[in-house]
């Protein structure tokens, strides 16, 4: 009887919070060795290594596929090289319209738009995908995006809009906590433009009642000279209140921005937990599917 060999792979790929399947039916050689050394490194979390194997699969007419490239992709992003990312985005949407990961790819497309220092363009992209896919699992993070873009951009009225948004209609989403810091940090820097003006206006005050009160010093000790004393006094006072509050409010940012670290860092933790669990799904699935290959060359030779 003769025997059908077929090598089925399935890589269960994590990309933000999108588990996705890619199956592919390698030929041999080179192209199939690529391949799989590019998906194992992604399985494992080596990014860069994943990136230069799939890279090199993709350059293979059996590996040029929709599903590979999604890999790279993502495997780019996590390797942080952004630019590659973007453009590699750009080569998947106009070979690939019809995949099931275009929206993915176009999310892909708008954060890394973002990393490069594009904040118009990632505004554009993110927006347009927003638009497109109102339902999306990465709608959320495709706001909080749109307004980290406005928020690079000191558009800051914009921004909080976003932000506040998010912590409205999604308050159980990973970005909300990073959302809500952001809008303290918007606050505060309302509140501190607004200090600085006044000690700034302040500040001229004092100049020009000090002025005045040497002035009046030179011609007479009038009761002139006398009021421009009390008022140069009273400014001096005002200032040094000024200066107070400008010290508390820098000490209170300095808070604000150790809870945001803390809050990634558990939020990393989290992730890394999940991550974990995927791991050891997979290792489960694969050891299932060798005991079931087992069983089936077993059955074929009997």
């Known amino acids: 009887m003769n025997r059908t060999k077929t090598v089925l792979m399935t890589a269960c790929l994590v990309t933000g919070f999108v588990v996705f399947p890619v199956s592919a039916e390698i030929s041999s050689g080179t192209a199939a060795a690529s391949f799989i050394q590019g998906a194992s490194a992604f399985r494992a979390g080596e990014w860069m290594s994943s990136v230069f194997m799939l890279?090199?699969?993709?350059?293979?007419?059996?590996?040029?596929?929709?599903?590979?490239?999604?890999?790279?992709i993502t495997?780019?992003?996590?390797?942080?090289?952004?630019?590659?990312?973007?453009?590699?985005?750009?080569?998947y949407l106009q070979n690939f319209p019809e995949s099931p990961y275009v929206s993915h790819v176009m999310y892909h497309k708008g954060r890394a738009l973002f990393c490069i220092g594009e904040f118009e363009k990632s505004v554009l992209v993110l927006s347009d995908f927003c638009h497109q896919y109102p339902d999306h699992e990465m709608y959320c993070s495709a706001l909080f995006w749109v307004a980290e873009s406005f928020y690079a951009a000191a558009n800051f009225d914009d921004a909080k809009l976003l932000y506040q948004r998010i912590i409205m209609e999604?308050?159980?989403?990973?970005?909300?906590?990073a959302a809500q810091f952001?809008?303290?940090?918007?606050?505060?820097?309302?509140?501190?433009?607004?200090?600085?003006y006044l000690l700034k206006e302040t500040g001229e005050e004092y100049l020009a009642a000090k002025e005045e009160y040497e002035r009046q010093l030179r011609l007479t000790d009038s009761e002139s000279a006398r009021d421009a004393r009390k008022r140069l006094v009273e400014l001096q006072k005002k200032n040094s209140e000024l200066e107070?509050?400008?010290s508390e409010l820098n000490q209170k940012n300095t808070d604000?921005?150790?809870?945001?670290?803390?809050?990634?860092?558990?939020?990393?933790?989290e992730r890394n937990q999940q991550l974990d669990m995927i791991r050891e799904l997979k290792e489960k699935a694969r050891k299932t599917q060798e005991l079931l290959d087992s069983q089936t060359v077993s059955g074929e030779e009997k």
Request: hydrophobic share 30%; aromatic share 10%; proline share 3%.
């Open 256 to 269: 604000l921005q150790l809870q945001l670290d803390a809050e990634i860092q558990k939020n990393s933790g």
């Open 182 to 196: 952001r809008i303290e940090t918007i606050e505060q820097s309302y509140r501190e433009e607004k200090l600085l």
């Open 244 to 246: 107070k509050k400008i």
């Open 75 to 91: 495997a780019e992003m996590y390797a942080g090289e952004y630019k590659t990312a973007y453009q590699d985005c750009e080569t």
């Open 55 to 72: 890279r090199r699969a993709v350059s293979y007419a059996e590996n040029n596929t929709a599903d590979t490239w999604y890999m790279l």
């Open 170 to 177: 999604y308050p159980d989403d990973a970005k909300a906590p």
